[in-house]
């Protein structure tokens, strides 16, 4: 019996020593955190949404039209970023937790693009109708004056860097800039219009993508260490929305045009794919890397709606009905 008893508990002390906690991590379901907006029924006002794991919940009462541009969490705290209308005004807002809050600025009009938590730092890049902004912890920075209408796309961490990318329009041009520690540098010249519209860091290596217009029509690019690479041909218009790198995959989603409707795409490593039915209109507006799983939102109409649509390795996922207007502009996986 002692004998029994003892191999008994060896055999238990196997299984629980050959559970690491890396197997235990591995089947934990992640959870997909998706911020967009969607019309409400009867009105056409526009609601801020954010979806957890698919599940709906309104950010705004649907009284005046709100909308979202990102989400970030950190710990237990959720934070989406976007603006909301009043009657004489809009303003750029962040809801922590569903609670919202209205970014000071001087400006009458103001959106907030992107939230970033560092440590207890919470940074949010945006824009007004006096140029680009920054705020950190609710104080707000000016990145551009007045002079030139000035837009911020983007916003990253890496260490103690914090890096802004968006575009300023000079002498009728739209020029892609980025910004390092609230320095400016011109990605590109002027020569073109291009726009920048996300980034992504690794190790020393900055990547940003968006579009240009060199020629006829606008061609998705990607700028690494600002040097510019088409990831498309030129002969349909065609914009890169986000990018993640991982080990050594580059990742771009966005749309391109097939003469008809704009497909939303993915580049891997510069080889597309398609991810909506190329005879319905849809664009991926943002992608988030978990490991190698992929995930993409933004939207996808059917015969008369926009769809809110999550894409996780090229497969769609419906967040609205598609009774009425809805799309997905941002995403954060935990």
Do not use: H
């Amino acid at each position: 019996m002692r004998r029994k008893i003892s191999l008994m508990m060896f055999a238990v002390a196997l299984i629980f020593t050959g559970c690491s906690k890396d197997d235990k991590d591995t089947d934990v379901a992640p959870t997909v955190y998706v911020a967009g907006e969607q019309n409400v029924p009867g009105s056409g006002l526009v609601v801020a949404k954010l979806w957890k794991n698919g599940v709906a919940d309104d950010l705004s009462n649907g009284t005046t039209n709100a909308t979202t541009t990102s989400v970030f969490v950190s710990g237990s705290d959720v934070y989406v970023t976007g603006n909301e209308a009043t009657p004489t005004t809009i303003n750029a807002k962040l809801w922590k937790n569903g609670v919202a809050t209205t970014l000071p600025t001087s400006a009458t009009v103001a959106t907030a693009s992107k939230v970033v938590v560092s440590g207890n730092d919470v940074y949010v890049a945006g824009f007004t109708n006096e140029g680009a902004r920054l705020w950190k912890n609710g104080v707000e920075t000016k990145l551009t004056n007045n002079t030139n209408p000035g837009y911020i796309t983007d916003m990253v961490i890496s260490g103690s860097d914090v890096y802004v990318i968006g575009y300023e329009i000079e002498n009728s041009r739209v020029i892609a800039k980025i910004w390092k520690n609230n320095v400016v540098t011109n990605i590109t010249d002027g020569t073109y219009n291009a726009n920048a519209n996300a980034l992504a860091v690794a190790g020393s290596d900055v990547y940003v993508v968006g579009w240009r217009r060199v020629g006829a029509k606008a061609t998705a690019v990607i700028w690494k260490n600002g040097v510019p690479a088409d990831i498309t041909d030129g002969t349909k218009s065609a914009t890169a929305n986000g990018i993640y790198v991982y080990n050594n995959d580059i990742y771009v989603c966005g749309s391109e045009d097939n003469g008809t409707v704009s497909v939303a795409k993915l580049w891997k490593n510069g080889t597309p794919t398609n991810l909506s039915d190329v005879t319905k209109r849809a664009e991926a507006l943002s992608i988030y890397g978990f490991g190698s799983d992929v995930y993409i939102v933004g939207y996808e109409y059917n015969a008369t709606n926009a769809v809110a649509t999550v894409w996780k390795n090229g497969v769609a996922e419906r967040l609205s009905d598609g009774a009425t207007y809805a799309k997905a502009s941002g995403i954060f996986v935990k």
